[in-house]
């Protein structure tokens, strides 16, 4: 790649030294921030939009209130919620009315316990199972020996199809469950109102796919 080429995940400065953190910060040669002035000025414009101020506002304000010990200063700060609670909380800021509840049927349990979570915090909650609409995999050109199910019928996941319906339901904020890699791009690809992800699929590791990468030189080493 070219020296100015955007590369922040192998960024070589400490973390409290860096350009993007603090003023004085230090930055090596593809330092978008450096580097990408007119984008930063052009993405800034976006952020004047009203809706997408206010949205930007009270993300950067839920993720201030995710932590405690502020007061002793940044050495001293602790989180102390789970995911599923900043996105009640979020939406509640966001003053969002209908969720979506987008989710695989590999976890039909955890979105059942989600759904009454949302409910009991006063959100009006569509759920949309994976094999929404009993399509055959064979109608996207899926072969038999390609399906989980050899020799039987087999539903496709429709990601298309379970925006389809939150969109035509008018959601305010959705919020996916385990869609697979792909369906869950789809998703996003076609919807109408934000989203976010509570779980992300991982058939292995529980729907943990970080335990890979905090593995990497022993059990997941054959990854690299």
């Known amino acids: 790649m070219k020296d100015d080429t955007p590369n922040c995940a192998q960024c070589p400065v400490n973390t409290a030294e860096r350009l993007c953190r603090t003023e004085e910060g230090k930055a090596p040669p593809s330092c978008p921030t450096i580097n990408k002035r007119e984008l930063i000025e052009k993405c800034l414009e976006e952020y ?3 809706d997408v101020l206010e ?3 009270q993300s950067s304000i839920q993720e201030g209130a995710g932590y405690e010990g502020k007061e002793r200063g940044y ?4 989180p102390v919620k789970p995911r599923i609670l900043e996105v009640m909380e979020f939406a509640q800021r966001m003053k969002y009315k209908r ?3 987008a989710f695989c049927i590999g976890l039909r349990k955890e979105a059942r316990i989600v759904g009454k979570l949302f409910s009991a915090k006063g959100f009006d909650v569509i759920s949309v199972v994976c094999k929404v609409g009993r399509i055959p995999k064979e109608k996207i050109g899926v072969r038999d020996d390609q399906k989980i199910s050899v020799g039987h019928f087999e539903s496709m996941c429709n990601p298309i199809l ?3 319906i939150l969109n035509d339901e008018k959601t305010d904020f959705n919020v996916l469950m385990g869609l697979c890699v792909g369906h869950d791009s789809l998703f996003f690809k076609y919807a109408a109102a934000p989203c976010t992800v509570l779980a992300v699929k991982d058939r292995l590791l529980g729907h943990n796919p970080l ?8 059990y997941y080493r054959y990854l690299k």
Request: net charge positive; aromatic share 12%.
């Open 75 to 78: 050495a001293y700060v602790r």
């Open 211 to 218: 335990a890979a990468v905090y593995n990497i030189d022993s």
């Open 162 to 164: 379970q925006i389809s």
């Open 55 to 57: 949205f930007a506002k």
């Open 99 to 101: 969720l979506g509840l």
């Open 48 to 50: 004047e939009k009203p």
